[in-house]
């Protein structure tokens, strides 16, 4: 095996004590940041050599501050009077979490087969022009609407990828390029059908490309009643990280992804079709992030403009470099980003700017994927590779 | 012993024989003019303005009806299909300048027809498509330069982003422009040695770093921009922008004059490193190693070449270009640093890296394809209201999916690209 392909499992098998100081680091980086920028902080710069001391107490509330916001609005708001304000942000977390696990399984599945899907945001919108048509331009029954919209979206993505399969096996283009560009052109497409009144433009609209609300039947129930919003999504989600533990740890389809993953000469000369195999994984890949596309689009009730794929094909990207590409991992990763969502309003009423989450989030897969780093950091001993 | 796998090219594979794919997407355009904009295109007189009012040589409009030009374009581009597929029955590859030439032809005919009973103005096209390529062009050669010795370099994005950011904050601090770029182009190089460094040392996935910094990097902008940059704009975000300099008698040329010759530093600075780059890529030894060290790392080592310094110093000195690129978004063309404002013209690089073979001035002609296409959108929705102007941004990534699939002809990536080293 060559040194390059160890240090891909080495990402892979991810030992928790490193994820753990990741997480760490990314927080402790994050804080700094945070305190350096808060205009308490920035006020007191003036007076530093006089009271170095107001500012080091600055920055530690501003840091305080900014992480406690994060818990009150992700977990449980311990400040709110009544039960329903006090638990709305776990529900939050769980719903916004949703689509970075399904999308985040979908990546995961490309990984473990040697592919990089980057082109989540293309296939999602993909799925989501299928969708919305379906939700907004048919009408069919309580219930079977829904079903239609979904299995529309997840085969409009699937599709998509599968194209890149076929592209890279047939002519040997690179799936990053391909996928980049797919990305364009999907978002331009979609933004084309959002502007044609006999095709997607909402009733009555104007000039801004922006589709009808999906039809009451085709939406996602709420789970916990109106006065939630989580929806139906995280069963979704939680359900597709089952079937992605079934489909890669025991199936006879898995055993061929991961086994073209690990060796394609090898899986090849045990009689595998590699081409084939990368189509059908760009598919299965795709699949998921569709899965992610149906949520964006049929858990909302106002109309939809091409920025409701909120950049979920390149967020997946960390959950799948967080999650290891498992599926219990990828579960905990989308939680984690998802808490990030959710807790983002309260820490902008703070008045600490919640983009330094983003920043958090960069560092902690950055720390992940580059064990090596990790290692000359803390001078940890080489983890054992099977 | 770590075996190096030499495959044939990352990103596509090499074609040996000329294949049939270029005078078929040739004809397929030659034809889509002749017919569409041509038999049935909109009646009337188009317009033509070739020089602005107060030059020196004034040149008279050029008039001519819509339909007219478009049919007599639309011949020229099927006879320049016919000579390609007359090559390639000789088996011979069809230049790539002859395909310019037709892509020319086939946008001239498109202005003519979204202009019908209405004025193009050619140089202002021309002037602002430059502009909106400076950043594609200067990204596109960080990232050709990285992938020539090897390291594929998906960071772009973040570079041209870092780059932006900098050269307007440090340009507004110290009131200087000229150290706003340069800050652009060291943060930028920085950031480039962090992935030199991860890729080379540490042998961490490229295109994984790669997507990560950009990550990280959009991260710690978006961040600065809400924390600092939106509350104190006065003072760190408003740098204005380098004074557009008319070069005597150049400037004064029909046409390209204004377009090319009445610019600002950033755009005559692209003028300059695109056959720069070319020089020491092609015609120089420290050229001739780095490829060396692209193609086969291995054989470049036995020669006595460090692959591992190599690929650090050009990628470095690849990002300070982008970083220089990233400058031309804000005090070369907008005046002041937006969120996310790179938005997504460092992946457009990556694309043109690829369109234009690895090759410095074929890479800046694919830029330039791109800067014509987001003007050409802008201008159309004004002459001509109505026309799906979705499609037309669309058609550069639609051309560089063609390319990647291997439908231009021979594309081939440096054989060692995206490979880490392992000194066996």
Not at chain 1, 34 to 41: G, K, L, N
Not at chain 1, 127 to 143: E, F, I, K, N, Q
Not at chain 2, 116 to 133: H, Y
């Amino acid at each position: 095996m060559s040194e390059s392909n160890k240090v891909l499992k080495e990402i892979m098998a991810g030992s928790p004590m490193r994820i753990a100081i990741s997480v760490l680091l990314g927080f402790a980086i994050g804080s700094i940041f945070m305190a350096a920028f808060s205009d308490s902080v920035v006020a007191s710069y003036a007076t530093f050599f006089s009271t170095p001391g107001d500012t080091f107490r600055a920055a530690g509330q501003t840091i305080v501050d900014g992480y406690t916001a994060l818990f009150n609005g992700s977990i449980v708001n311990l400040q709110a009077d009544n039960p329903v304000s006090m638990f709305r942000p776990i529900t939050e977390t769980l719903r916004l979490a949703a689509p970075l696990i399904m999308a985040g399984l979908g990546v995961s599945l490309g990984f473990r087969v040697g592919l990089f899907n980057v082109g989540g945001t293309g296939q999602m919108v993909m799925g989501l022009l299928g969708a919305t048509w379906v939700s907004t331009r048919m009408s069919m029954p309580y219930g079977i609407h829904m079903v239609v919209a979904l299995l529309v979206a997840v085969i409009f993505a699937a599709g998509t990828g599968a194209l890149v399969g076929f592209l890279k096996a047939k002519t040997g283009a690179h799936e990053v390029i391909v996928t980049i560009m797919l990305n364009y052109v999907a978002i331009n497409l979609f933004t084309f059908f959002l502007r044609q009144p006999n095709l997607l433009l909402e009733h009555g609209g104007g000039g801004n490309p922006k589709s009808d609300p999906p039809a009451l039947t085709a939406q996602f129930p709420h789970l916990l009643g109106d006065s939630f919003q989580l929806n139906l999504g995280i069963i979704l989600a939680i359900g597709a990280a089952f079937v992605y533990w079934w489909l890669m740890e025991r199936s006879t389809i898995g055993y061929r992804f991961r086994m073209v993953g690990h060796n394609a000469s090898a899986a090849k000369a045990a009689g595998i079709s590699v081409p084939k195999t990368y189509v059908w994984a760009m598919a299965v890949s795709a699949a998921f992030i569709g899965l992610a596309a149906a949520n964006q689009g049929l858990g909302e009730n106002s109309g939809l403009t091409a920025s409701i794929h909120a950049n979920i094909g390149f967020d997946a990207i960390t959950v799948a470099l967080l999650g290891g590409s498992r599926a219990g991992g990828v579960v905990v990763a989308g939680l984690l980003f998802g808490a990030f969502k959710a807790g983002s309003p309260a820490m902008q009423i703070m008045g600490v700017s919640p983009e330094v989450l983003g920043i958090i989030q960069a560092l902690i897969v950055l720390f992940v994927a580059a064990p090596p780093l990790i290692r000359a950091i803390f001078k940890l001993p080489k983890a054992e590779v099977k | 012993m770590a075996k190096v796998e030499v495959t044939p090219g990352m990103f596509s594979k090499s074609e040996v024989a000329p294949s049939w794919k270029t005078p078929i997407v040739l004809a397929f355009f030659a034809v889509l003019v002749l017919v569409s904009f041509g038999f049935l295109g909109k009646p009337g007189n188009v317009d033509y303005s070739l020089s602005n009012k107060g030059d020196i040589f004034a040149v008279p409009d050029f008039v001519i009806s819509s339909v007219g030009i478009n049919i007599g374009l639309g011949i020229a581009m099927l006879v320049i299909a016919g000579i390609s597929a007359a090559l390639t029955l000789q088996k011979r590859k069809t230049p790539l300048w002859l395909t310019l030439i037709a892509g020319l032809a086939g946008a001239f005919g498109l202005l003519g027809w979204l202009a019908s009973g209405k004025q193009v103005p050619v140089s202002f096209i021309l002037g602002s498509a430059v502009v909106l390529a400076v950043p594609i062009i200067l990204g596109a050669l960080g990232g050709l330069m990285s992938e020539r010795v090897g390291v594929v370099n998906i960071a772009i994005e973040g570079q041209l982003l870092t780059g932006a950011f900098m050269a307007s904050v440090v340009g507004t601090i110290t009131h200087n422009l000229y150290f706003g770029a340069l800050a652009a182009m060291i943060a930028s190089a920085i950031l480039s040695m962090a992935l030199a460094s991860l890729a080379i040392k540490y042998l961490v996935d490229q295109i994984i770093i790669g997507v990560l910094i950009n990550v990280l990097v959009v991260g710690i902008t978006n961040f600065l921009y809400s924390q600092w940059l939106s509350v104190a704009g006065e003072q760190v975000n408003f740098p204005g922008t380098f004074d557009v300099i008319s070069i005597p008698y150049l400037s004064a040329l029909p046409v390209i004059g204004p377009a090319f010759f009445s610019a600002r530093i950033t755009v005559y600075l692209t003028f300059v490193l695109v056959p720069l780059v070319w020089f020491i890529l092609f015609r120089t030894k420290l050229g001739l190693r780095a490829r060396a060290v692209g193609e086969h790392p291995t054989a470049a080592d036995t020669v006595g070449i460090n692959v591992g310094r190599t690929r650090f110093w050009w990628v470095t000195s690849g990002g300070a270009i982008a970083g220089l690129g990233g400058a031309a978004l804000t005090i070369g063309n907008v005046g002041a640093f937006g969120r996310e404002m790179s938005g997504g013209l460092g992946f457009i690089a990556l694309a043109v890296v690829i369109l234009g073979r690895w090759q410095p001035f074929y890479v800046a002609a694919s830029a330039l394809l791109f800067g014509f296409a987001i003007i050409l959108r802008v201008w159309a929705n004004g002459v001509a209201p109505g026309i799906p102007t979705d499609f037309i941004t669309m058609v550069p990534y639609l051309v560089t999916l063609i390319a990647v699939a291997g439908f231009a002809g021979k594309v081939r990536a440096p054989a060692a690209s995206g490979q880490p080293y392992i000194k066996g």
